[in-house]
């Protein structure tokens, strides 16, 4: 992350250390979750494509990928645990008050919750959306979970919903963990403009996104590591090879030049890249 100390004083008062958060306070924790950091998942292993399949179908965000989710991109994602929880930890320094957190194509709700762990300016509260009724009934079983182990949390609606279809109410945090990608490329320019236009002055746009690179040897080393961070991780070459030729066809990566000038485009004054672990990265731009 970026140091505080290169950071400007237009931007360092938020950087100021805050006390410990009451609602950070333990409740009880039902039966039927594990807590990694205080995250409520389940920790089914992910074996979709250990098997040779005959044909290889599109990746789809379905039943059988919702139950081995959470292991699927933490062993797949470079950095991903280290993203979402300071996703949180950005976001309370943008949030503002009486205001709306966006977690756009929320998935199980990882953002959400580590957006509630960690904001505690008042009056807001979350909006988490994603298109698949499945991803959508788990998390709101989580966030059932989250609120039975933790006071006081922020208020959260999860809608089953396309996020471009969404109208956005002022915002001053919207999230958008690793969605784009499977956003339409030639629909993505409009999406980020109205997201930049529901952005309340001071608030942010946090986007994680996996990269690929224009110069062909960088793209090559990095997606070389990529394989050997997933091999690292108890991935067989079949599944890797089965994974990459389902989501091929459903996820379209940018490079980081084509994201900062598309987020110029919509209208953003300033993208600033605070992560990066081999081809995942994640910006902050400001409305
Ligand atoms: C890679 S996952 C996001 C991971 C999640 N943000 C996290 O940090 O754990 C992408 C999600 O975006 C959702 N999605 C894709 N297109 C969408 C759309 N047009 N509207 C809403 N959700 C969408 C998918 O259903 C999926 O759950």
Known sequence: ??????????????????????????????????????TAVSKDPDRLFAQPLAQVP????????????????????????TIVENLGVL????????????????????????????????????????????????????????????QELLPVEVIEGDILALEFQPASVVALNFTLQFIAPDQRTALLSRIQQSLLPGGALILSEK????????????????????????YSELEIAQKRSAIENVMKPDSLEEHRERLLAAGFSKVVPWFQCLNFASLIALP
Do not use: W
């Open 1 to 38: 992350m970026q140091s505080v100390g290169t950071i400007s004083a237009k931007y360092a008062r938020r950087f100021i250390r805050q006390p410990a958060h009451p609602r950070a306070k333990l409740a009880k924790m039902p039966a039927f979750s594990i807590y990694a950091a205080g």
């Open 211 to 234: 990269l690929r690179f224009n110069d062909p040897e960088e793209h090559a080393l990095l997606t070389d590591l990529h394989v050997a961070f997933k091999r690292a991780n108890g």
């Open 58 to 81: 599109d990746f789809a965000f379905n039943e059988d990928v919702v139950r081995v989710f959470p292991d699927m991109i933490k062993r797949s994602v470079p950095g991903y645990p």
């Open 91 to 150: 976001a309370a320094q943008f949030a503002q008050p009486n205001s709306v957190l966006y977690d756009l194509g929320s998935s199980l709700g990882a953002v959400t919750q580590a957006l509630r762990r960690h904001v505690r300016t008042d009056g807001c509260r979350v909006i988490a959306v994603d298109n698949s009724a499945a991803m959508v009934e788990r998390c709101r079983e989580y966030l059932n979970g989250q609120d039975s182990m933790f």
